[in-house]
C-alpha cells in the first residue's frame, strides 16, 4: 500500500491523454462564460447536457444569454457541481441536469472521474478529507496509475479528434456536428446496444451534494432548476419501479431547494432521436427536447 501510495502521489497533477478532451471543453465554456455578463442561463450536467440543448434557441426565446456546461457523467455529481461553483455569478439562472445514476452517487467510483481530477485538477483532491482522498487512492486502477507513471515522463502535445473534444463545440457550448446522417457504423452500434439507464435508489450523499449546492446557490443569488435529462425510451422506464423514483427524484429536488421543470416522462424520447448513446441527442432531438425545455423554464423566467 505505501508504494502505490507513492506512485499515486508521484502522477498526481500530470495530464494524461484521455483527460484532454474534456479539460478543452471545460476551458472552451470557461472561456465563453468570461465574455459573458449575468444574468446568464448555465446548463449544468454530463454529456446528456453537452448532446442535449440549442443553448442559442434558448437565448432566443427567453433574451437570456445561455451557456451549454455539460461535459461528462462520469466525472461524478459532486465534481460536475463543484466545478460549476467555480463560474456562477450573482443573478445567474442556473439549470442542473443530472444523469440517473448521479441520483445513486456514493463517491470516487468510475475511471473518468479519477483520471481527470487526479490530473487535471488536483486541487479538488486536495480540498477533500483524508478519508476521501483514500478513496481515490484505492479507487484508482492499476492501469491508470501505470498511465500516470508513464505521461509524468513523458509529454502528449496531440490535440483531441473526433467527435469528442472542443473543435466541435460552438460558442455556446454545445455539441455540434451530430446531424442523423453524420452517425458512424460505430455510433450506429454502439446505440443499437446500448444498455438502459439503471432504476436505482437516491443515496445520501447524493442528496447532500444537491443540498450543499443548492445553499451555495441561495448564497449568491443564482436561481436555481433541476430538469430530467431526455433518454432513449426503454420499457424499464414505464415500471412501477421507474415511477416511484421519478416521483422520488421530484420530491428530492423540492426538498433541496430546486425547482424541478416538468416531468422525466416527458424526456424519454424514441430511438430516431439519438446520435451514439442513451443519452446522447442528435440535431432533430435536440431541437424537440430544447422546445420542450423552454416552454417549461420561460413560464417561471417570466414571473421573475
Known amino acids: 500500500m505505501t508504494l502505490w501510495t507513492a506512485a499515486f502521489f508521484l502522477q498526481i497533477g500530470t495530464p494524461t491523454p484521455s483527460s484532454q478532451w474534456i479539460a478543452d471543453v471545460y476551458r472552451a465554456k470557461e472561456e465563453a462564460l468570461k465574455k459573458s455578463t449575468p444574468p446568464r442561463i448555465i446548463l449544468i450536467g454530463g454529456s446528456g447536457t453537452l448532446f442535449g440543448f440549442d443553448s442559442d434557441r434558448i437565448r432566443e426565446d427567453t433574451g437570456i444569454t445561455t451557456i451549454n456546461f455539460g461535459t461528462h457523467a462520469g466525472l461524478g455529481l459532486d465534481y460536475l457541481l463543484y466545478r460549476a461553483k467555480r463560474v456562477l455569478r450573482p443573478g445567474d439562472i442556473a439549470v442542473v441536469v443530472p444523469e440517473y445514476a448521479h441520483f445513486s452517487y456514493t463517491g470516487p467510483k468510475e475511471e473518468t472521474q479519477i483520471d481527470f481530477i487526479v490530473s487535471r485538477d488536483p486541487d479538488y483532491f486536495f480540498e477533500k478529507p483524508w478519508t476521501e482522498k483514500i478513496r481515490y487512492i484505492s479507487a484508482m486502477p492499476l492501469m491508470r496509475l501505470m498511465k500516470g507513471v508513464f505521461h509524468k515522463f513523458r509529454k502528449n502535445s496531440s490535440a483531441p479528434k473526433g467527435l469528442y473534444g472542443a473543435h466541435n463545440i460552438n460558442k455556446w457550448g454545445d455539441q455540434i456536428n451530430i446531424r442523423e446522417e453524420q452517425r458512424t457504423e460505430s455510433d450506429l452500434l454502439r446505440l443499437s446496444t446500448a444498455k438502459p439507464a439503471v432504476i436505482g435508489t437516491i443515496t445520501p450523499e447524493s442528496k447532500k451534494i444537491f443540498n450543499d449546492f443548492a445553499s451555495f446557490a441561495k448564497s449568491l443569488n443564482v436561481r436555481l432548476y433541476m430538469a430530467p435529462p431526455a433518454i ?73
Open 232 to 304: 432513449l425510451d426503454h420499457q424499464n422506464y414505464h415500471s412501477k419501479k421507474a415511477e416511484d423514483f421519478f416521483s422520488d427524484i421530484r420530491k428530492t429536488a423540492k426538498e433541496t431547494g430546486y425547482i424541478y421543470l416538468g416531468r422525466a416522462e416527458d424526456f424519454i424520447m424514441p430511438k430516431n432521436m439519438f446520435f451514439n448513446t442513451i443519452y446522447h441527442l442528435n440535431r432533430s432531438g435536440i431541437e424537440e427536447r430544447t422546445a420542450r425545455f423552454i416552454a417549461l423554464l420561460k413560464p417561471h423566467l417570466e414571473r421573475n
